[in-house]
Structures are given as C-alpha cells and as structure tokens.
C-alpha cells in the first residue's frame, strides 16, 4: 500500500508559477510508475505529466511540453511538479498517482491503470 499526499497548489495569475509535491510513504519501492492528473468542473481527468522510476524517462501532454517539469527525488519519496508560464485553462484539481508497473510514452496517461492517488491540491489561475 502506498499513501500519496499532494501540497502546493494555490491561486496565481497568468503567466506565474507553481511547483508541486507529492510525499510517498508505505510501499514506495513498488512505485514504477508516477503522473499527475488534473480535472476541471465538468471535464474528464486527464494526464499532465508522467514519469517512469525505473529510468527516469518522463512524458508530458501536449499541452504543458514546455511548461511543466515533473521530477522525483528518490531520497525523499517525492514527486514534484513545476509549473511555469501558467494560463487559466490549467485551473484544475491536480492529483499524484503512482503504480507498480512498468509505463512508457503510450501507457503513462492511462488513468485507471493507476491504483494509488493522493487526495489532490487546487490549481486556480486567473487572467
């Protein structure tokens, strides 16, 4: 079992940044894969960016390639996501996830593949 917990979320205008975490604890050495996910009031959830631990190879929805860095800090169990050059439309409840297999360029995004999220942390951005 693992327990994810998200911090760093908060409200910004246009153009500012934002960096968030995400602490692992339980069963982290299990934990293959890890992405963020966002939802928006009426919108599915989508994948923002993912990483697979093994290699640390990263991916990213077009939308934020540019944008957003997502690392890990293996020492401290936790993920981080920065955001940078924000626009209202990344306004959205932002959640960590991690799995325990293996992800690629094709697979990271798959969100019901993932079986351990953490509660999500608020991302407004204002014009």
């Known amino acids: 079992q693992v327990q994810l917990v998200e911090s760093g979320g908060g409200s910004v205008q246009a153009g500012g940044s934002l960096r968030l975490s995400c602490a692992a604890s339980?069963?982290?050495?299990?934990?293959?894969?890890m992405g963020w996910f966002r939802q928006a009031p009426g919108k599915e959830r989508e994948g923002v960016a993912g990483?697979?631990?093994?290699?640390?190879?990263?991916y990213y929805h077009d939308s934020v390639k540019g944008r957003f860095t997502i690392s890990r800090d293996n020492a401290e169990n936790t993920l981080y996501l920065q955001m940078n050059s924000l626009k209202p439309e990344d306004t959205a409840m932002y959640y960590c996830?991690?799995?325990?297999?293996?992800?690629?360029?094709?697979?990271?995004?798959?969100?019901?593949?993932?079986?351990?999220w953490g509660q999500g942390t608020q991302v407004t951005v204002s014009s």
């Open positions: 996830a991690a799995h325990s297999r293996a992800c690629g360029a094709n697979t990271w995004y798959a969100h019901p593949g993932y079986n351990s």
């Open positions: 339980g069963y982290t050495y299990n934990m293959k894969c």
């Open positions: 990483i697979y631990t093994i290699d640390g190879d990263t």
